[in-house]
Structures are given as C-alpha cells and as structure tokens.
C-alpha cells in the first residue's frame, strides 16, 4: 500500500503540469458543502465511462486520495502501461472470466479506508449507442457487501481539445436505501444497479446543462 500512495503523490506531482494542458478540468458540484474533491474515509466513485482518460481525470480531480480503479484486463496486457497500472494501485478485472476476485480486493480495500473508482458500463460506449449503457452489477455488489457511501460522478469526455474538460461530482449514495426486504438478494442488486445507473444519467443531463 505505501508504495501505491508513493507512485500516485510522483505521478500527479510530475504530471500535472501536463495534465492541466491536456485537460484544463473545470469542477462542478451538485453541493460542494456535502461532497466536494475531498473524500473522507472509505468510498466507491462511480462513473460514466467516455475514454481511457476517465481515469487520468479523475486522478487528479481527487487529488487528495488514492483512487484504486477497477479497469479492463486488455489495459494490463501491455507491459508499460500494464507495470504503470499496478504501481497506481489498479484492480484488474477479467470481463470474460467468471473470476470475482476483483470484488473481493475492492471490499478489502474499503475495509481499509480506501476509494475504489468503478465504470459501471464496463466498456466506453459505441457512436449512436445510447448512454449510459447498461451497468454491470459489480458496483451495486461491492456497495451493498461494503456498506460504503457511493459517490456519483459525471465526465464530458472532452479531451486534448479546445473545450475543457467537466466533471460533475453528485451528492453521495448508500446502496441500503435502495434494498426492499420483499425482495431477493439478486432483485435488489438489479434495483440498485438500476438507481445508480438512472443517477448517472441525470448527472449526464445536469453537466449537459451547465
């Protein structure tokens, strides 16, 4: 774990003046006084997924905390980028294995007091697709197992060009609120998978607006 904390503080410190060029990130809020950059205690962000830079982003956005991201096996495959990955803390997910090991690192990274940043969609969405795609369940999963708040989060996407990259950072979630005891476990996964993915969506809709 120290040697994550180090690799994140040296790349965001030698990084940043590029970051800045590259993105020039404005910051929104739907109520900064409830939740602003700084996240205290554990946490998972969710977000909508647009680009490999989501990440690069949000890095940065949260300055402050170690964000340690679930991310596609097909970014681990290269050897750099691969090495760089897990120096920062990345949890690798097989998304065509039935290996949930993932979720448990997640959980014991949060038992920890640490943030856990997950792309719901899994993928970056396709032109003409509809957004947010469909959430995969990983994320209401490890929120109900961990009990931690969810902190909703919405990116434009607009990367290395003239417009500046926004981000919008949401009021944060706890999955329980969602949970109706009628139901089975798995049906109130789905509705809580669905309560996240319609969060996001709105979010989406907000950020457009501003």
């Not at 991310?71 to 097989?94: N, P, T, W």
Request: hydrophobic residues 45%.
């Amino acid at each position: 774990m120290f040697w994550i904390h180090f690799w994140n503080i040296f790349v965001k410190i030698t990084a940043w003046p590029v970051q800045f060029f590259c993105f020039r990130t404005k910051v929104h809020y739907e109520d900064r006084k409830v939740q602003g950059r700084r996240i205290h205690g554990p946490a998972i962000v969710i977000s909508n997924h647009t680009s490999v830079f989501d990440y690069a982003v949000y890095l940065f956005v949260f300055w402050s905390r170690t964000l340690r991201v679930q991310m596609a096996e097909l970014l681990f495959e290269k050897k750099s980028l691969g090495l760089l990955l897990k120096l920062l803390g990345g949890i690798r997910v097989d998304r065509n294995s039935f290996n949930f090991g993932f979720v448990d690192k997640s959980c014991g990274i949060l038992e920890k007091g640490g943030v856990v940043g997950i792309f719901p969609e899994s993928r970056i969405p396709r032109p003409g697709e509809k957004r947010p795609l469909p959430f995969k369940t990983s994320a209401a999963y490890t929120a109900l197992r961990s009990g931690v708040p969810v902190i909703p989060v919405v990116t434009n996407g607009s990367y290395f060009v003239k417009k500046r990259a926004e981000v919008l950072i949401g009021i944060p979630m706890k999955a329980d609120d969602f949970i109706d005891e009628s139901l089975s476990e798995r049906e109130n996964i789905e509705r809580v998978n669905e309560a996240f993915r319609n969060r996001i969506a709105e979010m989406t809709r907000k950020l457009d607006e501003l």
